[in-house]
């Protein structure tokens, strides 16, 4: 038996995605989320109580990783330097290819994919501003912290101030450690690769990211372990907010269509040419001015087809010979 779908029921296609719409709403996210770090730099007295507080913490909870991770990357550059370059160059590498490896293979997938990153970056962006936090590698060198990513500056592009590109790092905030978006996004990449990467070495991939990317932020002395854990709430919040995220983008997106598309149609009935019903005059669009045929009638000469050949045409030529009588 066909399947029958009721009128009304079907689910709307969504429009098709398209890179150069895509491309500038990613940048326009990451733009505000980069200024949104510049403009909230908070009280540099309070982030430094913050990350005090989060370090006492860490201690009462025997969580201290931080101090180990961090003596061990300072003591072997073998170690040290490579998590440099891992830190300041792979979010910016690993999660754009990820999103382009989405839409141009799961596009099905990216949409939801695409708005649970944005969404987590936000909610990242609002604990920026009502928590700023000191890391590690700027609090008081009696702490026991070093800034390998300082120490390790010649080696890499990055300046000794921060983790930015040489002579910017007045142009970043940072005291923006809680929570880790590094690790984050990290998480992020690695969901991404577990469930759509298809093979063994994706799937481990996708293992291997997030863990050695939360060894890293702690071990350069950028973040805490609870700033790590922090960023895996922010993406576990993001992700139960995407379905109402995507349901509100779609009404906005059914407003505005429904408000543009009648003056479209409007302007395209207006250049239009009228039907032949109202160029006659009757403005009706039924035939002979509202008289029907009923289903069995039929025309004078279809009836006289019922009964034999049809007579000649009145106006055929002298040379068709003249029906039978």
Not at 116 to 121: A, F
Not at 174 to 201: D, E, F, I, K, N
Not at 205 to 231: E, K, Q, R
Request: with cysteine; aromatic share 10%.
């Amino acid at each position: 038996m066909p399947h029958t779908e009721t009128p009304g029921t079907e689910a709307a296609p969504h429009p098709r995605l398209r890179w150069w719409t895509e491309l500038p709403l990613i940048v326009l996210v990451y733009a505000c989320y980069s200024a949104g770090r510049l403009l909230v730099r908070g009280n540099v007295s309070d982030a430094v109580d913050h990350g005090l507080a989060i370090l006492d913490i860490e201690k009462a909870l025997h969580l201290n990783a931080e101090h180990p991770l961090n003596r061990l990357f300072t003591r072997e550059p073998w170690i040290g330097v490579p998590a440099d370059f891992w830190y300041a160059s792979l979010h910016y590498v690993v999660t754009p290819a990820i999103l382009i490896w989405l839409f141009r293979s799961r596009a099905v997938r990216y949409r939801a994919a695409r708005t649970w990153l944005m969404t987590s970056t936000f909610i990242g962006l609002i604990g920026f501003t009502l928590l700023p936090t000191c890391p590690p590698r700027l609090l008081d060198a009696g702490h026991g912290f070093v800034d390998t990513m300082a120490q390790y500056s010649s080696y890499g592009w990055w300046g000794g101030e921060a983790s930015a590109p040489r002579g910017l790092g007045g142009m970043t905030n940072q005291y923006a450690a809680m929570p880790s978006l590094h690790v984050g996004w990290a998480l992020w990449c690695g969901v991404m690769l577990w469930r759509h990467g298809g093979t063994r070495t994706a799937k481990a991939a996708g293992v291997v990211y997030p863990l050695v990317t939360t060894i890293v932020v702690m071990g350069t002395a950028n973040h805490y372990f609870l700033d790590a854990v922090a960023g895996a709430v922010v993406m576990g919040a993001g992700l139960l907010l995407t379905p109402y995220v995507l349901r509100t983008a779609e009404r906005v997106r059914t407003r505005v269509t429904a408000r543009f598309a009648p003056a479209a149609a409007g302007s395209a009935s207006a250049s239009a040419p009228a039907p032949d019903s109202a160029r006659d005059g009757a403005g009706s669009a039924i035939v002979s001015g509202g008289c029907q045929t009923s289903a069995g009638e039929r025309f004078p000469r279809q009836r006289e087809q019922r009964f034999g050949p049809d007579p000649a045409p009145s106006d055929a030529g002298d040379e068709t010979p003249a029906p039978a009588r």
